[in-house]
C-alpha cells in the first residue's frame, strides 16, 4: 500500500482551485458525505461542495496563495496555516482536513 503524500495532496488541491476545477477537487478529493465546517456555515455532500466552492472562487477570484506557512500532516490528517491574496484583500486562513481512504472526510477551515 502507498504511503500518504499530505503535501502532494495539498498542492494537487491548490492546482485544482488555481484552475477553476472546483467539481474536479471535490470529485478527486471529497468522500460523498463530507463535510466542511467553518465558523459562518457547514456543507455536506459532494454536490453542495460543488456549490460552495463555484460560489467561492467566483467571490473571491482572483485566489493566490501567497505562502503555506504552516503545515503539518500524518496518514490521515493535513492541518495548515497560509496567507492568500483574493478580491477582498490579503489574509490568512487555516485549514485542517481528516481524510479515510485518502480522501477527505471533514474539511474544518477559517479566516483572520
Known amino acids: 500500500m502507498e504511503s500518504f503524500d499530505g503535501r502532494k495532496f495539498y498542492l494537487e488541491q491548490l492546482q485544482f482551485l488555481k484552475e477553476n476545477k472546483t467539481d474536479e477537487l471535490i470529485d478527486a478529493h471529497y468522500h460523498d458525505d463530507a463535510v466542511l465546517v467553518s465558523f459562518g456555515k457547514t456543507v455536506r455532500g459532494k454536490e453542495a461542495l460543488k456549490r460552495h466552492f463555484r460560489a467561492y472562487i467566483q467571490n473571491l477570484s482572483p485566489l493566490v496563495v501567497k505562502s503555506t506557512d504552516k503545515f503539518t500532516s500524518t496518514e490521515d490528517t ?8 483574493s478580491a477582498r484583500g490579503q489574509a490568512r486562513v487555516y485549514d485542517a482536513f481528516v ?9 474544518f477551515t477559517g479566516v483572520i
Open 78 to 85: 493535513i492541518f495548515l496555516e497560509a496567507t492568500v491574496e
Open 99 to 107: 481524510l479515510s481512504d485518502g480522501k477527505i472526510t471533514h474539511h
